[in-house]
């Protein structure tokens, strides 16, 4: 990887100042959470307290998730420009995954090739 414009330094308080952002469709709950998913910020109005405490909890988790997922997609973004172009035009290889079995992880783009499926 190429050094960062600035540095180590600027990099980190940059990708540590990366938030993302999510509210519910009446505006009631709104969250701002990091990439890493911890909650940095919650503004609840007088409306969100209608939907009880357990919906109201369910509400603030999603919203969280999606904040988070934003902030990671605004994190990973900001990492992708600072790595040099692809030498070539061929694809990457993708490396598949075992389960802790040993199993083909669900996904796996050539599970079927390499383990056929077992006869019953």
Excluded at 52 to 70: H, K
Excluded at 93 to 115: L, Y
Aim: aromatic letters at 0%.
């Amino acid at each position: 990887m190429s050094p960062s414009p600035g540095g180590d330094e600027d990099l980190e308080r940059r990708l540590g100042a990366v938030c993302g952002r999510a509210g519910n469709a009446d505006g009631s709950v709104r969250v701002t959470a990091t990439a890493h998913g911890a909650l940095a910020d919650l503004r609840l109005d007088r409306r969100a307290f209608e939907l009880g405490p357990e919906r109201l909890g369910a509400e603030i988790v999603r919203l969280t998730a999606r904040a988070a997922a934003d902030a990671l997609r605004a994190e990973l973004a900001e990492l992708a420009r600072l790595l040099p172009e692809p030498p070539c035009d061929r694809p990457v290889r993708t490396v598949d995954v075992e389960a802790d079995d040993g199993s083909p992880a669900a996904g796996s783009t050539d599970a079927a090739r390499r383990h056929p499926p077992r006869a019953s």
